[in-house]
T-cell receptor, first 116, second 111 residues
Framework: NAGVMQNPRHLVRRRGQEARLRCSPM?????VYWYRQLPEEGLKFMVY????????ESGMPKERFSAEFPKEGPSILRIQQVVRGDSAAYFC??????????????FGPGTRLTVL | AQSVTQPDIHITVSEGASLELRCNYS??????LFWYVQSPGQGLQLLLK??????LVQGIKGFEAEFKRSQSSFNLRKPSVHWSDAAEYFC?????????FGTGTSLTVIP
């Protein structure tokens, strides 16, 4: 059973370009979470999605950032007009459900975004 | 507001020595608590979790953690550290849909 997959693993963009980060959850998982990790910091929650629904986007910047999890295909985190401050590691996690609260999240290896 | 504090940014221990990583949380109810480990350039791997029952939980790689409600703590321990344990360790608490992570403790193991 493959784990959470993220691609690309490394992404370099120039200021003003768009970045698209992809996440394929574990098989059987229908809940996806995106986190951002800045250097020397912990993970900060960005957005929580189920198939075709954004459940909680309270951690995502209001501008330039968007996320989707279509019925078919991976979840996409999209950053438009990137700036240097967007340079970070972006992690995706998945879980089978949210009820019960004790379900852990399974993390992907992350995408390291560098904005030049 | 919910928060997780890991007061030790960096810890160095000798191989074979015991280890304790501290974690304190701020949360109104009994939380769901987790410890994750992150090796350089990698994602996070779950070490153990607590949500109810026995307050001493066993995890993978010989780690354990004890939940102390009176101290709002969930400290991670290992009786004998191996060189391969060198990594970043994150404590997390789950509230609703969100996980709140501490800022991490970086562990260095010296021979």
């Amino acid at each position: 059973n493959a784990g959470v997959m993220q691609n690309p693993r490394h992404l370099v963009r120039r200021r003003g370009q768009e970045a698209r980060l992809r996440c394929s959850p574990m098989k059987g998982h229908s809940h996806v979470y995106w986190y951002r990790q800045l250097p020397e910091e912990g993970l900060k929650f960005m957005v929580y999605l189920q198939k075709e629904n954004i459940i909680d986007e309270s951690g995502m910047p209001k501008e330039r950032f968007s996320a989707e999890f279509p019925k078919e295909g991976p979840s996409i985190l999209r950053i438009q007009q990137v700036v240097r401050g967007d340079s970070a590691a972006y992690f995706c996690a998945s879980s089978p459900r949210t009820s019960g609260g004790a379900d852990e999240q399974f993390f992907g290896p992350g995408t390291r975004l560098t904005v030049l | 507001a919910q928060s997780v504090t890991q007061p030790d940014i960096h810890i160095t221990v000798s191989e074979g020595a015991s280890l304790e990583l501290r974690c304190n949380y701020s949360y109104g109810a009994t939380p769901y608590l987790f410890w994750y480990v992150q090796s350089p350039g990698q994602g996070l791997q779950l070490l153990l979790k607590y949500f109810s029952g026995d307050t001493l939980v066993q995890g993978i790689k010989g780690f354990e953690a004890e939940f102390k409600r009176s101290q709002s703590s969930f400290n991670l321990r290992k009786p004998s550290v191996h060189w391969s344990d060198a990594a970043e360790y994150f404590c997390a608490v789950r509230f609703g849909n969100q996980f709140y992570f501490g800022t991490g403790t970086s562990l260095t193991v010296i021979p």
